[in-house]
């Protein structure tokens, strides 16, 4: 059984939304992982490809408001990117 596309967006905003507070609990300033470092850590990639992701959302979504707030969760991510290029440099 498929789902409806509006709960198909609903989840992967809730997804997108979970893996950000996610990453920034487990530390966006902190070094690149290292092998015996348990606790993983954020690329600019990751963040960069849930960026694209949430773009892609926005271009189908029906509702403004959505297409607007997955807009704003994309300019976030690329934001992180950014400052996680910055402090690696």
Known sequence: MTQPAGSVRR???LTTISFFIGSVRSGI???PKMADDPQPRLTS???RKQAD???EMACVAINPAHRIMLEHIAETWERIAAEIDK???
Do not use: G, P
Request: contains cysteine; hydrophobic residues 35%; glycine residues 0%.
């Open 29 to 31: 300033n902190a070094e």
């Open 11 to 13: 989840l992967f905003a």
């Open 87 to 89: 402090r690696n440099q």
């Open 53 to 55: 992701a949430c773009r």
């Open 45 to 47: 990639d990751q963040c």
